[in-house]
Each structure stands twice: as structure tokens, then as C-alpha cells.
């Protein structure tokens, strides 16, 4: 058969033993001959399999613990042997080196043993696997007569090849795991490279080790991103435009979340739950926030998650309508029941109760995700020719952090509005400008091209009454106008960064104006 290549003999040797039994018995049936390594060779014989040690192919024993039992002339030449050259076999025949057809390896678990609480530096080192990814890249590169298998779930379907065709395998599908191949030996070795780069300096052998924090870490000289194919999603941000989700293998945020119901979540969905995930984690009592393209249209704080979520709503139900909402505790039966009288398309929690997921399964199409909390320390944004790469704007302040520039101190409950306020103008788009009260978005004036049409903006929007609220600003007001504006539309308390060339007189604007003025040394510009 054209491209089809018979398998004679097979090496095994894999750290992950799912699986690993049945194949080798398809492979036996075949009459392929099974050579293996230590703990390999070892659960084959004891499934009553026979193997051929790989000392005895190479007439070496295994050495210095098992560091090297597969660097020899006699494993890579059987694997990169070119069956066609008619000098690679006058020398395999002179050197006594047998043919290798199948490899079939997956790598130490160096990510999960680094990744352990308190492994120690010899530990880790000891798991950086040497002679598996130089099998690996041997049987790959020279895929025209070697098949490379580095995947459990590759095994059924490759019994399946070969039983179909007389213990034969295609050219592709051997193209195909070398393609494979190749991924996973270069995915590993940059799971190598950024562990390693995180640690400071080489810890005594024994010792645990002391891992950088990844917030305070330099940049890295080379970026190196290996992140697995998650999922093929219909279409990107319009359905011109192909789209996939790739994942960083922590099980964690959205990227990582488990969704219970509902239609396939799309590309947009995705960003819009990220947004609406993240601005519900700015808080530490119950909290919701509702997200149409990654803006809040209402976002507060509760005594319950239904407290919280009909304060949300009552912000702007119009715009809420299709939204995803983002919420920080598990969902109970009292506030799924009055969310799922709303048309929603997505929905981001830690977990929901039976009764909650009882009264959403009548929404086929609402899609319900999981989410276990994601520690971000950098984010990354594409342009042309490039990558950016930033610390993630874990910034907050306290009241103690607060400067006040006016006269007027805020009273204690415009303190608790403009903290509040402020969390949230955190993740609204810049230019920004949040209207609150203690734990309730108003409205807000997001992604306008000057912050006098920000504040404008929010303030014609909003349905709920601006009187006595208090005001958010993402960064400095660079003129008294903008000030204007926001205390026209009733805020009697504003919070913003300060900074500006004219704070002079934008304090001036706020004392005439008999309002209160606290800076935060700190702006949130979000592009």
C-alpha cells in the first residue's frame, strides 16, 4: 500500500501509564515486537506481555539511576535509519543496530512535580526528562518511516489504523504525530525554561524552592508562550473571522471554567464573561456585575446575590438585556429565579446550587459556567509585528490611601460610594466616568474621546437619580469642565487620580462648587 509503512518493532516508554496495557496488547497482536524501559517494562510483564529490555537491545545496561538507558547509537540509529538510503542500511547492518518502527513516549511530569508545594530544587531537576524528547525529536524528524506517539488519547485510533491495515500506518497519519511531536517537545521545554526563570538562584538540592513571584518577576528576555489548543469556536468577533481558545492548562478562570448548560460560548462571550468575572472579583461581600461588550451597564454589592443582582439590573435593564453577568458567590435558588426572568446569555460563578441549575435548565440556550479564581500577573495585547506585555492592574486603594484636595472632607457614606465607584471605573473603557452610591453603579460614561462627553454621556443615560451620588473619574480632569458637568448631574463627591497641571484649578471648580475631592495617586486607564 502507497505511504503505508509496516511496524515491526515498537520502543515504550512513558511516565503516564493510562492506557498503556491495552495498546501494547493491540500492538502484540500484530506481532510487533515490544521493547521497554524500566517501570514500562514492568507493568507490561505484569499484564503478561513479553518484552524485550532496551539494555538488551542496546547491549548496555541502564546507568546513574536511570539518567541513561536511551542515549545510545543503538536506539537513535534505529529510529533515525532511513530505510530507503542504501548507506544507512550498510551501516545499521555493520553495527548491528535493529530498526525501531513505533516510539511511543510521553514525558516526566516536570510541571507537575514543579508545581508541587515544597518540592525541592534536585527534585525538580530530576525531573527534566533528557532521552524521552531526544526519542521524541528522532522518531518526528524522520517520521517517513517511524511513528511518533506522545498522546494517550492518539492510542484508539492508531490500533484502529492498524488493524485495519495489517499492522500498517499511513504516511499522514505518521505526519500527522510527528506535526504532534514536535508541539509537545517544544511546549515542555518552555515549561522548563519559565519555571527555571522564576527561580532566583539554585537552592541547596534538598531544600523546597522559593519560587519568584510572578507579579514582581522581571520580564522575561524571550517570551515564550505554549499554551494548548481548549477549543475551536465557531467564529471570532464577527463570523468572517475564525476564532480559537487556547488555554494555560490551570484549570482556572474563564479560559479554565466548566460549563454546566447551554449553547457553545462564543468568542464574544468569552471576553464579555472575563470582563464581567473580573470586575465581580473587585469585591469581598456578595457582588454582581453585568457586561455588554466588556462594559459594566450596572454593577453592586449586597447583603445576598439577589440583593446584589437586582441593584445591578435596576442600573439599566435595557442594556442588560443579552448581557453576561458576572457573580462572586455560588448561586442560590432565590436569585436564579429572578435572573432567569431576564434574557442572559452567559452567566460566571464559582459554583451554583442544584435549586439555581433546577430553575435555569428550562433556558437551554442560557450557558452557565464555573469558574475557579485565576491568579493574572501579566497582560498580553497583540499589535502589528508585536506583542505588549504589562503587570495586570491589580492596583486598589484603601481610604487611607486618599488625599483629600478640598475643603469639604466626604462624609462616611460618600467615602464607602467613591471606594465602591472607584473599583468599578476600574473596568469601564477610557475614557471613564462612573456614577455610584455605596455599593451601586448608577451609570457610567465609558470609551468617549474626551471626559467632558464621558460625563455627559453617563449622565444622560442614567435612569436612576444622579442626586446625591458620588463620581469616578479613570484618570485626572485636565480642565474644571469635566468637574462641572459631573456636579451638575448631582454628584456632591468625586475621586479621581489627580495629577494634572491644573489641579489648581480643578480644586478651585470643587470648592466653589461645594463639593468633595479625594485623589488616588493612581490611574486606570483601560484601552
Not at 530507503?84 to 553495527?95: D, G, T, W
Not at 514582581?216 to 476564532?243: M, V, W
Not at 454589592?301 to 455560588?330: C, H, M, W
Not at 459556567?369 to 500577573?377: D, I, K, N
Amino acid at each position: 500500500m502507497s505511504g503505508y509503512k509496516q511496524v515491526r518493532r515498537a520502543l515504550l516508554s512513558v511516565t503516564d501509564k493510562t492506557g498503556l496495557v491495552p495498546f501494547a496488547q493491540q500492538l502484540a497482536g500484530h506481532n510487533i515486537e515490544l521493547v521497554s524501559t524500566g517501570g514500562t517494562s514492568r507493568a507490561l510483564r505484569e499484564a503478561g506481555l513479553t518484552v524485550r529490555d532496551i539494555s538488551d537491545l542496546t547491549e548496555f545496561p541502564e546507568m546513574l539511576d536511570g539518567r541513561v538507558k536511551t542515549l545510545h547509537p543503538k536506539v537513535h540509529g534505529g529510529i533515525l535509519f532511513m530505510r530507503e538510503k542504501p548507506e544507512h542500511r550498510a551501516a545499521v547492518e555493520q553495527h548491528g543496530i535493529q530498526p525501531i518502527d513505533m516510539v511511543v513516549v510521553n514525558l516526566y511530569a516536570f510541571e507537575k512535580t514543579a508545581s508541587k508545594p515544597g518540592a525541592a530544587f534536585a527534585e525538580i531537576i530530576e525531573n527534566i526528562d533528557i532521552g524521552g524528547p531526544s526519542m521524541v525529536r528522532s522518531a518526528a524528524k524522520n517520521f517517513e518511516d517511524v511513528a511518533i506517539v506522545t498522546s494517550v488519547a492518539d492510542y484508539a485510533a492508531i490500533a484502529e489504523e492498524l488493524a485495519a491495515n495489517s499492522g500498517s500506518l499511513s504516511r499522514q497519519t505518521r505526519w500527522r504525530l510527528a506535526q504532534q511531536a514536535f508541539s509537545v517537545t517544544s511546549a515542555y521545554d518552555t515549561a522548563i525554561a519559565n519555571t527555571l526563570e522564576r527561580i532566583a538562584s539554585p537552592e541547596p538540592a534538598e531544600a523546597p524552592v522559593q519560587f519568584t513571584d510572578p507579579a514582581k518577576a522581571d520580564f522575561p528576555s524571550t517570551l515564550r508562550i505554549a499554551y494548548p489548543l481548549a477549543a475551536s469556536l465557531r467564529y471570532g468577533e464577527n463570523p468572517h473571522q475564525r476564532a480559537a481558545l487556547y488555554a494555560d492548562g490551570s484549570a482556572s478562570g474563564i479560559a479554565g471554567a466548566t460549563q454546566l448548560q447551554g449553547k457553545e460560548l462564543s468568542y464574544n462571550n468569552l471576553v464579555d464573561l472575563d470582563a464581567c468575572w473580573n470586575l465581580a472579583q473587585e469585591f469581598d461581600e456578595p457582588s454582581v456585575a453585568i457586561i455588554k461588550h466588556t462594559n459594566p451597564c450596572g454593577a453592586a454589592t449586597g447583603a445576598t446575590i439577589l440583593e446584589a443582582y437586582q441593584k445591578a439590573l435596576a442600573a439599566d435593564p435595557v442594556s442588560a438585556f443579552g448581557s453576561v453577568i458576572g457573580i462572586n458567590r455560588e448561586v442560590d435558588a432565590a436569585a436564579a429565579e429572578d435572573i432567569a426572568k431576564l434574557f442572559v446569555e452567559a452567566i460566571a460563578a464559582p459554583s451554583f446550587s442544584a435549586e439555581a441549575r433546577a430553575r435555569f435548565a428550562a433556558k437551554k440556550n442560557l450557558r452557565l459556567v464555573e469558574v475557579r479564581p485565576a491568579e493574572t500577573a501579566r497582560v498580553a495585547k497583540q499589535v502589528s509585528g508585536g506583542l505588549l506585555l504589562q503587570d495586570a492592574d491589580r492596583g486598589r486603594v484603601s481610604s487611607t490611601d486618599l488625599k483629600v484636595a478640598t475643603a469639604r472632607k466626604p462624609s462616611d457614606d460618600e467615602l464607602a460610594a467613591l471606594l465602591f465607584a472607584w473599583r468599578v471605573c476600574k473596568h469601564v473603557k477610557s475614557n471613564a466616568i462612573v456614577y455610584a452610591r455605596a455599593g451601586q453603579m448608577l451609570s457610567s460614561g465609558m470609551g468617549q474621546t474626551s471626559r467632558v462627553d464621558a460625563a455627559k454621556f453617563g449622565a444622560m443615560k442614567a435612569i436612576l437619580p444622579l442626586a446625591g451620588c458620588v463620581a469616578a473619574s479613570d484618570a485626572f480632569f485636565p480642565f474644571p469642565d469635566g468637574l462641572e458637568v459631573v456636579v451638575s448631574a448631582g454628584a456632591t463627591a468625586v475621586i479621581q487620580p489627580g495629577g494634572s497641571v491644573n489641579d489648581p484649578k480643578v480644586i478651585a471648580a470643587a470648592d466653589r462648587l461645594g463639593i468633595a475631592m479625594v485623589f488616588t495617586g493612581m490611574r486606570h486607564f483601560r484601552h
